[in-house]
């Protein structure tokens, strides 16, 4: 959960100044100094750093857990190889590189199960888990705290909304309001919830 | 090290996760999000609220109020729903089994010249309650409400009088009655 307490949680102690990380571009060229060794710390902090974002395009595009983690794998199975084999022309770029390769993935015909075969079986590495952060799970009493001291209107409308992750307008139509009434609904109850649920974190 | 926060209104990126922008904005925020973790972050942590917000309704720990047409796509997608219908007045035995994931009473009532519905809960367990400004659309030509399944599970025998009242400014007024009569399964 994005937090104050995440935030404090990445602060050094007092008195020592933490050692910048390596940006993106540093790790991509690191691996591809490293090749035909492996630089297996620079990999799994490009997986860690970059992997959560690919699994948020692919739950954005594709709409479907399964399907996001195994567009996560195999973007991060592609981009690795491409590293190690220096195909990737400027590692400057390699952000936008993972994004051109996540988003042409995802065009390639939605992703069948062939296609995935393929991938992996063309790129055989071994891929360092991306090990996503788990993310602190949220407290479903605290939620539910929270959503109950809502107005009525709002938890209806971050129902409709979330359930099925449907527009202003599709819920709109469904409650007899304008798209714009909903936004401002919608947005108020969202700020409300997690405001709840930050200072309900807080007193915990 | 410090984490650079995200500058990204909340609503922008909700609306992206919605597709509610056109194409040249997704694809804008496609980039930035690859390019600031901050910002993905942020969204990731909304997603997860939404799919929280889900399986809340899902657990059946709180009622709700909402619309027919989301309970139709609730059945669609599988879910097994108790279904009870109302009109203005009108007084049903309900219950709820094992196999019910939601229970829910569509009350009829005429709403077109209604701009604020309130309802008045009267519970023979959990006492009284007032619900104030249910979104409800005014053509609809009634409510929906789900009450919690996890509630109505521990009930054993139970009444409860639920009334709509329509409110213009300090004005209110009585719309309807609806009395529901518990029972176990």
Redesign the interface.
Known sequence: ??SLER?IS???PMGFE?P??DDDAALARRIMASAPARDASAEAEICR??G??VR??G??HLRNEAAAADLMQDVLVMVLQKLRDGAVRDPEQV??F??GTA?QMVIDGRRGARRRVQILEAFPVDLTPADEEA?EP?D?KR??RC??AL???E???????????????AVAA????SAGNV?V???RG??R??GC?EAAGGEA | MTVAACTTPTQDLLAYWLDEVDEATESRLDEHLFACAACSERLRSIVELGAAIRNELLRGDFGFVLPAAFIRRLKESGLRVREYNLEPGGSVNCTVTPDDDLVVAHMRAPLHDVRRLDFLVQDSVAGSMRVNDIAFDPEAGGVTMVPSVAFLRTLEHAHQRVRLVAVDGVEERVIADYTFNHYPS
């Not at chain 1, 209806?156 to 202003?168: I, K, M, W």
């Open positions: 959960m994005f935030a990445y602060a050094p933490a910048e990380p750093r970059l959560p974002r948020l395009y739950l954005k952000v936008s993972v994004l988003r993310p949220l479903t939620l539910g959503l109950s107005p009525e209107r938890r209806t409308v971050l129902v409709l909304t979330f359930y099925d992750d449907r527009s202003a307008d469904e409650l007899g309001l936004r609904i919608r947005h969202l700020e919830l997690r649920l």
